[in-house]
């Protein structure tokens, strides 16, 4: 049988935390659980710019060369921009780049852009046929909603500007230029009517939430 010394020494200790050791335990708890909830915030954070930096870049990249691909391979006699108002205080842009009555498939067409500044969305179009008049531009501007999502380039293009560029002039058309066409088979009638040119700045910004990024190159229509 145990003695009175044997059984103190195995007696459980009952005895608890006081308040002031309590109150040390729960601040000590706090500041570490606030520090490393601000590290995985800051860390998210930076995550979140990063990835927003290389969508804005790889947004602008893939609309690039998608416009440029397409400008290099279009139909220099037959090329239009074609710029017009949205209803809302912006302007609309179109560019046509021609017509292949003999292409075999789609992916040997030329390309239509249309960009939309009241939704700030690029869309990319098969040619339909010849332009002979802006009703024929307006074909791909009126397109409906749903077969405008199956052409969407871009939802992010903050603006978008095309203009001609005189490889003999240091002279640009003006915007009334662009929307002054009534029966357009060329550049603007006024700016240099006898040899056209087949240069194409293109001139876009892409914003994704508060990050942008701006591409600025003139392609050259290789027929």
Same mark, same amino acid.
């Given at each position: 049988?145990?003695? /009175?010394?044997?059984? /103190?020494?195995?007696?459980?200790?009952?005895? &608890?935390?006081?308040l002031? #050791?309590?109150?040390?335990?729960?601040?000590?708890?706090?500041? @570490?659980?606030?520090?490393?909830?601000?590290?995985?915030?800051?860390?998210? /954070?930076?995550?979140?710019?990063?990835?927003? @930096?290389?969508?804005?870049?790889?947004?602008?990249?893939?609309?690039?060369?998608?416009?440029?691909?397409?400008?290099?391979?279009?139909?220099? #006699?037959?090329s239009?921009?074609?710029?017009?108002?949205?209803?809302?205080?912006?302007?609309?842009?179109?560019?046509?780049? &021609?017509?292949?009555?003999?292409?075999?498939?789609?992916?040997?067409?030329?390309?239509?852009?249309?960009?939309?500044?009241? #939704?700030?969305?690029?869309?990319?179009y098969?040619?339909?046929?010849?332009?002979?008049?802006?009703?024929?531009?307006?074909?791909?501007?009126?397109?409906?909603?749903?077969?405008?999502?199956?052409?969407?380039?871009?939802?992010?293009?903050?603006?978008?500007?095309? #203009?001609?560029?005189?490889?003999?002039?240091?002279?640009?058309?003006?915007?009334a230029?662009?929307?002054?066409?009534?029966?357009?088979?060329h550049?603007?009638?006024?700016?240099?009517?006898?040899? &056209?040119?087949k240069?194409? /700045?293109?001139?876009?910004?892409?914003?994704?939430?508060?990050?942008?990024?701006?591409?600025?190159?003139?392609?050259?229509?290789?027929?």
């Amino acid at each position: 049988m145990l003695d /009175k010394a044997q059984l /103190k020494k195995y007696q459980i200790d009952n005895k &608890g935390l006081t308040l002031i #050791e309590l109150i040390v335990s729960l601040a000590i708890s706090s500041f @570490v659980i606030l520090g490393a909830y601000s590290l995985v915030m800051i860390g998210s /954070k930076n995550y979140q710019r990063a990835n927003i @930096v290389t969508n804005v870049q790889q947004e602008i990249s893939f609309a690039s060369n998608m416009v440029g691909e397409a400008i290099r391979s279009g139909d220099s #006699e037959n090329s239009i921009i074609w710029k017009l108002s949205d209803g809302s205080g912006g302007t609309d842009v179109v560019l046509y780049l &021609g017509y292949n009555p003999a292409a075999v498939s789609s992916a040997e067409q030329k390309r239509v852009f249309h960009y939309d500044d009241s #939704e700030n969305k690029l869309y990319v179009y098969t040619s339909e046929g010849e332009v002979t008049d802006t009703a024929d531009l307006l074909v791909y501007v009126n397109k409906a909603d749903d077969v405008k999502k199956e052409h969407l380039v871009s939802k992010y293009v903050d603006s978008f500007d095309l #203009e001609s560029v005189c490889e003999s002039s240091d002279v640009s058309p003006s915007l009334a230029d662009y929307q002054g066409m009534l029966n357009v088979t060329h550049w603007p009638a006024s700016y240099d009517p006898v040899t &056209g040119s087949k240069l194409i /700045k293109v001139t876009m910004t892409v914003q994704i939430k508060d990050r942008k990024d701006n591409s600025d190159i003139i392609y050259q229509i290789r027929n």
